[in-house]
């Protein structure tokens, strides 16, 4: 019986990372995002976060489609093609946004106060449901159109 609560907290992850790996999903949904010069036929989902079940939800979009492209799920390096990025921590944050600036793809900050410091989108989950806030200005200074759709259903908008 001692199992149940280490194993109740297991799943809790397991399904909170799933959910963040769908939301990841539908967010690309409903956005347009720059030609960054790269393959135009795949969308490349970078995982900045130390939980490495993290990246393997994320890695359960692999080879799904969005408008024609094919979805791949990497950790995050500095060095590699990135549509999407998934950060967990102010930390990471900071050092990859410092220097060159905020990287040109869609951010998705799972941390409180993302949006605030120059992120896209941030998700937080409230009454045991995810809410998000977007930063639209951020999200056009990186070149990417948000559609109306996904406006409304965010908690705040950011101009």
């Known amino acids: ?3 149940w609560p280490a194993l109740a907290a ?6 909170e990372n799933a959910v963040r790996a769908v939301l990841l999903y539908n967010f690309l949904s409903f956005a347009d995002l720059p030609g960054n010069g790269a393959d135009q036929k795949a969308l490349h989902i970078c995982v900045a976060a130390r939980d490495p079940e993290l990246l393997a939800a994320m890695e359960r979009l ?3 489609r969005i408008r024609g492209r094919t979805l ?3 950790g995050f390096g500095p060095d590699l093609h990135c549509d999407a990025i998934y950060i967990d ?5 900071q050092a990859m ?10 951010t998705v900050g799972f941390y409180p106060g993302f949006v605030d410091d120059g992120g896209i989108v941030e998700v937080g989950f409230q ?16 070149g990417i159109r948000l559609y109306p759709q996904l406006l409304r259903l965010a908690r705040r908008v950011l101009e």
Not at 89 to 93: F, K, L, P, Q
Not at 99 to 104: D, F, Q, S
Not at 127 to 142: C, K, P, V, Y
């Open 97 to 106: 946004s410092e220097g060159a600036g905020a990287p040109r793809a869609l």
């Open 62 to 64: 692999q080879e799904r």
């Open 10 to 15: 297991d799943l809790e992850l397991a399904s």
């Open 89 to 93: 921590s102010r930390a990471r944050w």
């Open 127 to 142: 009454e045991g449901r995810a809410r998000f806030d977007i930063n639209l200005a951020a999200a056009r200074r990186a």
């Open 1 to 3: 019986m001692a199992a």
């Open 72 to 74: 791949y799920a990497q």
